[in-house]
Structure formats: structure tokens, C-alpha cells
């Protein structure tokens, strides 16, 4: 049973830097074909795409946002980091990380998502 | 990026209707689009992946078509539990950007 879940600030202050985790469980970003991603929903508006990290290392990021984003793993806690610097209350949204297969792309298994708001 | 226009943003069905959903992708992009439902408060669900693939689990009244620049989602007899919000995803390219959401009101 896959399942994922964000963790990290409810409350950042504008120009500061965003750090979020997601823990999960149910598969190994060591195995091929495995892949987990961060999309975002501001309140009220659609679904925006972040970044994805596939087992090989191949890590794909917006290009709108590729310059304040960053994607890390801990293979050995089974956790992904997204690191989003320069926050602006623009990026108030619901942070959704998610399981992606490689070959589709699809987004089969989401965690619950995590409310940011940027305000000082 | 590839940009994906769904239509219409929102819809009145009553339960028992037939409701098709469109998408249209700015570039052609063969079978890699998926359709999710969302309900508020509740992240998304993926219902079809691959244009026309059911996920498991997910009903059969659900259906996805299309290849190249148009898709659709038919919901075949509408239910109570299928009111919410439908956003379709390319995955054909990065970013994998959503549409815009059709709601799906009751009437």
C-alpha cells in the first residue's frame, strides 16, 4: 500500500525559503519505474506542476520556477525534500507531494497535501 | 509548455446524464493525458491515464478518448458521489500541466 504525506511550515514570511518534506511508503525510489512529485493548488485556483524525481536520479523541474526549486532524496528514510527559495504570497497554495510512474506519468497515489501561506 | 484547454469550466448535470468533458493540447502529444477528479479539501483522484486507461478500482462509467491534440472524459450515467471538480494532465512533456477544472454541479 503506497501512501505519502507532506510535512514542513504552515507560515513562511515573504522572501524566505520553503522546505518540505514527504515521507512514503509502499515502494523505493531505488526501484525502476518509481517516481515521486510536487504539485501545487492555490486556494481556490488549478492544479500547478513543480518538480519530479525518478528512481535514476532524473530530476525535472517547471521552467517557470526551475531557478527558486530544488529536489532532493534520502533514499535511506524513504523521504523527498523540495526546497523553494524566495517565497512571495503568490506561493500561498495546498503543496501536494504524489506518485508518479515513469513511461505514463501518472499521478497514482497523492499525499494529503499541506496548506503554505506566505504572509509576514 | 504545453498548454491544455479544457471545456467548459463548469457544468449543471443531473444525476442519470451523460457528461463529456474536453481537452485540447496546444501541440501533439500521441495518448499522454490523464483525467483526475477532485472533491474540496480532498486531494486528486486519477481516474484514466494513457488517454483511455482505467485506473484501478475506478468505475466503469468513466471513460477517456482521444489521441493527439483532443481528449475527452464521459461520465456514462452521472452519480452523486461524481460531482466535483475534473482537471486533465499531459505528461507528454515537462512541465506535466493540468486544464483549468470543470466543475460538475448538480442541477
Known amino acids: 500500500q503506497i501512501t505519502l504525506k507532506e510535512s514542513g511550515p504552515t507560515l513562511v514570511k515573504p522572501t524566505q525559503t520553503l522546505t518540505l518534506t514527504c515521507t512514503f511508503s509502499g515502494f523505493s525510489l531505488s526501484t525502476s519505474g518509481e517516481g515521486v512529485g510536487w504539485i501545487r493548488q492555490p486556494p481556490g485556483k488549478a492544479l500547478e506542476w513543480l518538480a519530479l524525481?525518478?528512481?535514476?536520479?532524473?530530476?525535472r523541474y517547471s521552467p517557470s520556477l526551475k531557478s527558486r526549486l530544488t529536489i532532493t532524496e534520502d533514499t535511506s528514510k524513504n523521504q523527498m525534500v523540495l526546497t523553494m527559495t524566495n517565497m512571495d504570497p503568490v506561493d500561498t497554495a495546498t503543496y501536494y507531494c504524489?506518485?508518479?510512474?515513469?513511461?505514463?506519468?501518472?499521478?497514482?497515489?497523492w499525499g494529503q497535501g499541506t496548506l503554505v501561506t506566505v504572509s509576514s | 509548455d504545453i498548454q491544455m484547454t479544457q471545456s467548459p469550466s463548469s457544468l449543471s448535470a443531473s444525476v442519470g446524464d451523460r457528461v463529456t468533458i474536453t481537452c485540447r493540447t496546444s501541440q501533439s502529444i500521441s495518448n499522454f493525458v490523464n483525467w483526475y477528479q477532485q472533491k474540496p479539501g480532498i486531494a486528486p483522484k486519477l481516474l484514466i491515464y494513457?488517454?483511455?486507461s482505467l485506473q484501478s478500482g475506478v468505475p466503469s462509467r468513466f471513460s477517456g478518448s482521444g489521441s493527439g491534440t483532443d481528449f475527452t472524459l464521459t461520465i456514462t450515467s452521472l452519480q452523486p458521489e461524481d460531482f466535483a471538480t475534473y482537471y486533465c494532465q499531459q505528461t507528454y512533456s515537462t512541465p506535466g500541466t493540468f486544464g483549468q477544472g470543470t466543475k460538475v454541479e448538480i442541477k
Open positions: 524525481l525518478y528512481w535514476n536520479d532524473d530530476k
Open positions: 504524489a506518485h508518479s510512474l515513469y513511461g505514463s506519468g501518472k499521478i497514482d497515489y
Open positions: 494513457a488517454a483511455s
